[in-house]
T-cell receptor, first 111, second 113 residues
Framework: GENVEQHPSTLSVQEGDSAVIKCTYS??????FPWYKQELGKRPQLIID???NVGEKKDQRIAVTLNKTAKHFSLHITETQPEDSAVYFC??????????WGAGTKLIIKP | NAGVTQTPKFQVLKTGQSMTLQCAQD?????MYWYRQDPGMGLRLIYY???????DKGEVPNGYNVSRLNKREFSLRLESAAPSQTSVYFC????????????FGEGSWLTVV
């Protein structure tokens, strides 16, 4: 079955710098990859997603890239701001289209 | 439009007690889910209901039961709570279509002592 690994578990960056979080997946049939953001004490919320027929998708300061050959995808946040501090989860899909989640990355933005 | 609503928000149980977490969505979604979230473990699927009248086990179903009462409501029951079930529980829903957004409730903090 599908397995999703996420790195790093914690990432600390200076405000204004870029942050990159990477995920790898095991099932080559996995074809939908969302990213969710969870602020402290809040619910996870979708911030961006990508489908397997697309290599990159951008939404203002957030972008996701997908490398199907290597089976990995990454979240890129540019010009980081204090409100970007949160836990970020990536996910892939299994054969029943259920999401399989990474373990999460705690992003800390240093002032 | 409240989205996904779950109750209670906080609960403390003694080992062996039972309780039911309630969840309702007002988005006319077909699919509903129960996840648990533990520190460093991410989100783990307990049970899901792809459509009204069906339920399926997820990654960690042991110790739990679910009921899809109608299209809106999906409850999670702990029959005999154990300390290992101390966690944050999230209910969620989606249309069930491929690539569709999952919307989460606010979470239920459960402590079993």
């Amino acid at each position: 079955g599908e397995n999703v690994e996420q790195h790093p578990s914690t990432l600390s960056v200076q405000e204004g710098d870029s942050a990159v979080i990477k995920c790898t997946y095991s099932d080559s049939a996995s074809n939908y990859f969302p990213w969710y953001k969870q602020e402290l004490g809040k619910r996870p919320q979708l911030i961006i997603d990508i489908r397997s027929n697309v290599g990159e998708k951008k939404d203002q300061r957030i972008a996701v890239t997908l490398n199907k050959t290597a089976k990995h995808f990454s979240l890129h946040i540019t010009e980081t701001q204090p409100e970007d501090s949160a836990v970020y989860f990536c996910a892939g899909t299994d054969s029943n289209y259920q999401l399989i989640w990474g373990a999460g990355t705690k992003l800390i933005i240093k002032p | 439009n409240a989205g996904v609503t779950q109750t209670p928000k906080f609960q403390v149980l003694k080992t062996g007690q039972s309780m039911t977490l309630q969840c309702a969505q007002d988005m006319n979604h077909n699919s509903m889910y129960w996840y648990r979230q533990d520190p460093g473990m991410g989100l783990r699927l307990i049970y899901y209901s792809a459509s009204e009248g069906t339920t399926d086990k997820g990654e960690v179903p042991n110790g739990y039961n679910v009921s899809r009462l109608n299209k809106r409501e999906f409850s999670l029951r702990l029959e005999s709570a154990a300390p290992s079930q101390t966690s944050v529980y999230f209910c969620a829903s989606s249309t069930g279509s491929f690539g569709n957004t999952i919307y989460f409730g606010e979470g239920s903090w459960l402590t079993v002592v």
